[in-house]
């Protein structure tokens, strides 16, 4: 007997995720013996550092389901975590565990009766949430002048329309794709828009610790009563796989916390028991993290800057990376070029340098760009985190890393970049 076919139109128009088809790409390529130079995927090249994983090893006994909100000890970790990193009081029964962040906020989405606010370019899964709950999308649009950086400005008058509206806004820096970060009068002047408009802030900031300079500021200083703060061990613990996520509520949004807790015990139930042990260990930091957290930083400046120079040099458009591991250059002064050889998007563009010279990118349109810009995001990550760690920690911290570490140590993504820059400027 047929089944009666039925699916959810919400899902109708659900494309899968680009980093995850790249990934596949790259892994068939590479299948049929050809070197892959991967800028495509969003993940830490640095290991898992080593008194997390003893942790993870101790507690792997520890099989019993947990409550739904996470282990209290946890719970306890990441409230002192906020306090010593941000300088922000969270209790530790305002903290929400989850299986990553991206559940969370699937599951924050669907507790807010609300509508989206995002600036493009953004991380490619806020909106494909937001469309499988049938939810309104308002994107603001921002440009490589603007550093890619939602303004106080573009925000009001996006709620100026309709003041007295719900609305969730999210905010993501260090930001995937660009990898800029934001100052602290531009976080004030926003801050203020949201508390004007009584918005729900969730500020991504899955990013902190690898903003390059150690210096990251969160929104919550400045709107703390509307702000849920994302963390969790998947990028600066290099632990995507492990799935640990949290966000951090104000007293104020317990209205919230409420509902998206009761929605995770009918969900996930609760993330795995050794995991969050080991989570304990990872939020309590400590030297050994503080000076991982230093060679990763100090490796991925050194790298990023040079990439992003080759690039400059080689005609793009580009800001600086100033955390997370990305670069978001901008080809539209090749377009002319571009265009006489077939390539008039940067999805083609993307597929064009992908075939030619075997270097895996993800183009812009799947960070919510026009389709037509030729952009393309580069994780500049292709390469041995564990050796690189290795030669960083044997080079004194308060001297530079020379020039030399990064061919030896990082070579195939700066083979890589060479590579988009020959790609583009040849006639
Ligand atoms: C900006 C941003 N937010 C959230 C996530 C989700 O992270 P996780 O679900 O592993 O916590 C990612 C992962 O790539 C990301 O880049």
């Given amino acids: 007997m047929k089944q009666k076919e039925s699916i959810n139109p919400n899902l109708k128009a659900l494309g899968e995720s680009a980093t995850l088809a790249m990934s596949e790409r790259v892994r068939a390529m590479t299948k049929q013996g050809l070197e892959i130079f991967n800028l495509g995927i969003g993940e830490s090249p640095f290991p898992v550092p080593n008194f997390i994983v003893e942790s993870l090893k101790t507690h792997a006994q520890e099989r ?13 970790a990441v409230s002192a975590y906020h306090k010593r990193q941000d300088g922000i009081d969270f209790k530790p029964d305002n903290i929400l565990i989850g299986p990553g962040t991206k559940i969370l906020m699937y599951l924050l989405q669907l507790s807010h009766d609300s509508e989206l606010v995002v600036p493009s370019p953004c991380w490619v899964s806020y909106v494909p949430q937001a469309n499988l709950l049938g939810k309104k999308v308002q994107l603001i649009q921002t440009s490589f002048e603007d550093k890619w950086h939602l303004s106080a400005d573009k925000l009001a008058e996006a709620c100026e329309t309709d003041p007295s509206k719900p609305r969730l806004l999210v905010l993501n820096y260090p930001g995937n794709p660009d990898g800029g970060t934001y100052s602290e009068e531009e976080l004030k002047a926003i801050a203020e828009v949201a508390r004007k408009y009584e918005m729900v802030l969730l500020s991504d900031e899955i ?181 690189a760690m290795k030669a960083s920690e044997a080079i004194p911290i308060d001297q530079a890393l020379p020039d030399s570490f990064l061919e030896e140590y990082c070579g195939k993504t700066l083979e890589a970049t060479r590579k988009i820059c020959d790609f583009v400027t040849k006639t």
């Avoid at 989570?279 to 800057?305: M, P, Q, W």
């Avoid at 990118?361 to 393309?376: D, K, M, N, Q, Y």
């Fill in 207 to 387: 990013y902190g610790e690898m903003h390059h300079k150690g210096q990251h500021v969160s929104i919550s200083k400045f709107y703390p009563e509307g702000t849920i703060i994302s963390s969790g061990l998947s990028k600066w613990a290099a632990a995507g796989g492990w799935r640990l996520g949290t966000f951090a509520f104000p007293e104020e949004l317990g209205w919230l916390l409420g509902p998206m807790t009761k929605a995770a015990g009918q969900t996930y139930s609760s993330v795995a028991s050794p995991i969050q042990w080991a989570g304990v260990t990872a939020f309590n930091g400590g030297t050994e993290l503080d000076n991982y957290l230093i060679h990763t930083r100090r490796i991925l400046k050194k790298l990023s800057a040079n990439c992003a120079n080759m690039l400059r040099e080689s005609g793009a458009r580009i800001h600086q990376s100033e955390g997370a591991f990305y670069l978001f250059p901008d080809f539209t002064p090749f377009a002319e070029n571009l265009a006489k050889r077939g390539i008039r998007s940067g999805k083609e563009l993307g597929e064009a340098i992908l075939n030619e010279t075997h270097v895996a990118t993800i183009p812009g349109v799947s960070f919510f760009r026009p389709a037509e810009e030729l952009t393309l995001r580069m994780s500049y990550t292709n390469f041995d985190g564990t050796k």
């Fill in 64 to 76: 019993s389901y947990l409550p739904v909100k996470g282990l209290p000890e946890l719970r306890n």
